[in-house]
Nanobody, 121 residues
Framework: QVQLVESGGGLVQPGGSLRLSCAAS????????MGWYRQAPGKQREFVAT???????NYADAVKGRFTISRVSASNTVNLQMNSLKSEDTAVYYC???????????????WGQGTQVTVSS
């Protein structure tokens, strides 16, 4: 079973930057894609960004031009560089990954535990 561990959240002022990281660990698996979602208080979880094993990236309109997702394939790590942060970016950010299990060959989706990002002056 693959586990995702996030890091890098915290408190930042509007206009500031933060970098989130998510590392996937486990045995005998291959990543199809990794990405980020977020959930603000009282709202549903929403898509932020994703990157595939082939290098394709996709972003939510709300973060295009401000956030950059990147993946380090050798370490099964995905990073989210967040610039020009706004108060509306405040949320718990969750790492998400789809991977193929080497034993069963099934594609499995898993989530991290979440990391809090607060944008406030």
């Amino acid at each position: 079973q693959v586990q995702l561990v996030e890091s890098g959240g915290g408190l930042v002022q509007p206009g500031g930057s933060l970098r989130l990281s998510c590392a996937a660990s486990g045995r005998d698996f291959s990543i199809n894609f990794m990405g980020w979602y977020r959930q603000a208080p009282g709202k549903q979880r929403e898509f932020v960004a994703t990157t595939t094993s082939g290098g394709y990236t996709n972003y939510a309109d709300a973060v295009k031009g401000r956030f950059t997702i990147s993946r380090v394939s050798a370490s099964n790590t995905v990073n989210l560089q967040m610039n020009s942060l706004k108060s509306e970016d405040t949320a718990v950010y969750y790492c998400n990954a789809a991977y193929r299990d080497g034993g069963s060959r099934r594609v499995v989706t898993t989530w991290g535990q979440g990391t809090q990002v607060t944008v406030s002056s």
